[in-house]
């Protein structure tokens, strides 16, 4: 691939971390990246002036009006650092020429931190680590359960599912899996079969319009008596008004959440000094047995650098694309 000057990339929305690894990683590609941590807005298209491509990060959502600029600016390619594209209206933005892609990155970050909840989920981490804090070390009323004893259902089974299912085979657990495009071999079953028969249930799918609110009050009040829920996937994924009802009438017996509904704005902040507005959000933290981290199971130095390393590598392939006619 030969360019008359280095193809130019205009990344928005890069933390500290990415920044560091956009710096290293640009100038192997042949690359000449414009890094700014604001996320993109109409405000600051000016930044990608000479870009074909860009890339965004998936922790604010994009306006409409910044497609329409980014067009009018001559971008033609956006390729967002995440996998989910919810943040996007990619038909928008292919309605005035704009291509969006997603990266892939590790599927293991995820799906690590999704065991990780699952245990803490059935062991009831939350008020051991509490009780401890403040000196109280006897043990719990109610005793942990064995994931080897329980049946566990997989609800969207792409690369982070599989990968967590390939877990879950190593403790022993039954599991079924629900996707409308089965991927890899399994004990799939109808979603009312495994929302009827799991004793916990993990969201791995993606987020559109026909997933949104997947779990509503009906699916939930499907689910065993006590069940719990572990959701790394997309937050809008579960009705929380129902959730957080099922939760405080003991229908559920626990949730374990790295996304929530309405949690744009709120998580990767620091909150301390400042109100917190997601009534429902405050509501899921001041339950005994919900487990809230702040949509951080992707983040490790191996998916980051897969999410940066890709995004670039997803930019060259446009322009070369291009290149070539």
């Given at each position: 691939?030969?360019?008359?000057?280095p193809p130019?990339?205009?990344v928005y929305g890069c933390?500290?971390?990415?920044?560091?690894?956009?710096?290293?990683l640009?100038?192997?590609f042949g690359?000449?990246?414009?890094?700014?941590d604001?996320?993109?807005?109409?405000a600051?298209?000016?930044?990608a002036?000479?870009?074909?491509?860009i890339s965004?990060?998936h922790?604010?959502?994009?306006?409409n009006a910044?497609l329409l600029?980014?067009g009018?600016?001559?971008?033609?390619?956006v390729?967002?650092?995440?996998?989910?594209?919810?943040h996007?209206d990619?038909e928008?933005?292919?309605s005035i020429?704009?291509?969006?892609?997603?990266v892939s990155y590790?599927?293991?970050?995820?799906?690590?931190f999704?065991?990780?909840?699952m245990?803490m989920?059935?062991?009831?981490?939350?008020?051991?680590?509490r009780?401890?804090?403040?000196?109280?070390?006897?043990l719990?009323e109610?005793?942990?359960k064995?994931?080897?004893?329980?049946?566990?259902?997989?609800i969207g089974?792409?690369?982070?599912?599989a990968t967590?299912m390939?877990?879950?085979?190593g403790?022993?657990c039954?599991?079924?899996?629900?996707?409308?495009?089965?991927?890899?071999p399994a004990?799939?079953?109808?979603?009312?079969?495994?929302?009827?028969?799991?004793d916990?249930?993990?969201l791995?799918?993606?987020l559109?319009?026909?997933?949104?609110?997947?779990?509503n009050?009906?699916?939930?009040?499907q689910?065993k008596?006590g069940?719990?829920?572990?959701?790394?996937?997309?937050?809008a994924?579960i009705d929380?008004?129902?959730?957080?009802?099922a939760?405080?009438s003991?229908?559920l017996?626990?949730?374990?959440?790295?996304?929530v509904e309405?949690e744009e704005?709120?998580?990767?902040?620091?909150?301390?000094t400042?109100p917190?507005?997601?009534?429902s959000?405050?509501?899921?933290?001041?339950?005994?047995?919900?487990l809230?981290?702040p949509?951080t199971?992707?983040?490790?130095?191996?998916?980051?650098?897969d999410?940066?390393?890709?995004?670039?590598t997803?930019?060259?392939?446009?322009?070369?694309?291009?290149?070539?006619?």
């Amino acid at each position: 691939m030969t360019y008359s000057e280095p193809p130019r990339i205009t990344v928005y929305g890069c933390g500290p971390d990415e920044a560091v690894l956009f710096r290293e990683l640009a100038p192997r590609f042949g690359v000449t990246p414009t890094i700014t941590d604001a996320p993109l807005s109409v405000a600051n298209i000016e930044l990608a002036a000479g870009s074909r491509s860009i890339s965004v990060g998936h922790k604010t959502p994009i306006a409409n009006a910044a497609l329409l600029a980014l067009g009018q600016a001559g971008v033609t390619y956006v390729s967002t650092r995440s996998i989910g594209c919810n943040h996007i209206d990619v038909e928008y933005a292919a309605s005035i020429g704009i291509t969006v892609e997603n990266v892939s990155y590790s599927p293991d970050s995820v799906a690590d931190f999704t065991l990780m909840l699952m245990l803490m989920a059935v062991r009831d981490a939350k008020s051991i680590i509490r009780r401890a804090d403040v000196h109280d070390y006897r043990l719990n009323e109610v005793r942990g359960k064995e994931l080897r004893d329980l049946t566990v259902g997989v609800i969207g089974t792409g690369r982070i599912g599989a990968t967590v299912m390939d877990r879950l085979r190593g403790f022993g657990c039954r599991v079924l899996a629900h996707d409308n495009r089965p991927k890899t071999p399994a004990e799939y079953v109808p979603l009312d079969d495994l929302l009827q028969q799991s004793d916990l249930v993990t969201l791995h799918a993606p987020l559109n319009p026909d997933t949104h609110h997947l779990l509503n009050r009906q699916r939930i009040e499907q689910m065993k008596q006590g069940a719990l829920i572990v959701n790394t996937g997309r937050g809008a994924l579960i009705d929380t008004d129902a959730l957080v009802s099922a939760l405080e009438s003991g229908r559920l017996g626990g949730a374990a959440l790295d996304v929530v509904e309405g949690e744009e704005g709120i998580f990767y902040a620091d909150c301390r000094t400042r109100p917190v507005k997601s009534k429902s959000l405050l509501r899921l933290q001041e339950l005994p047995n919900v487990l809230i981290s702040p949509h951080t199971a992707y983040y490790t130095d191996h998916a980051l650098r897969d999410t940066v390393e890709n995004s670039l590598t997803n930019c060259l392939k446009f322009e070369s694309g291009n290149q070539h006619g």
